[in-house]
């Protein structure tokens, strides 16, 4: 649940997330599977190796990513994003919890790999618009 400083409380840890107003909780507990979009788990999917040929069916075509304070548009420009990722490092992500609210889907995620300063928890935001991600914005916790 939400702590009054708007951070996530899991296994006596706390996690830092986006505040924001009125939300739904989709996951509370690590033991239950953790209920995503399909959009968003085909996403996941190919962010830990999957097929990154799926990755296009993931985006709308006018789709923005912004990730490490640089933004990519289009789709040809997050595959690129994401092709760049695979090459620079080898890693894995595993999505924690997710919160829904004011039309976004936000998701933490565990990050661990061969990349400096792993392991971090990064907030993935969500917009989804027809069955696509719309945006996505992802910071650290």
Known sequence: MPGPDGCLIASGSRTKVHKIASYNQILESENMTLQLPDVVQA??????????????SCFRSDATVSDERKTYEGTAAIEAWQQEARRAFIYQVQPLHALQGQGRLTVIAHLVGSFPGSPVQLSHVFTLEGGRIRSLEITPC
């Open 43 to 56: 996403y996941f999917a190919v962010t830990n190796g999957g097929d990154a040929a799926q990755l296009a």
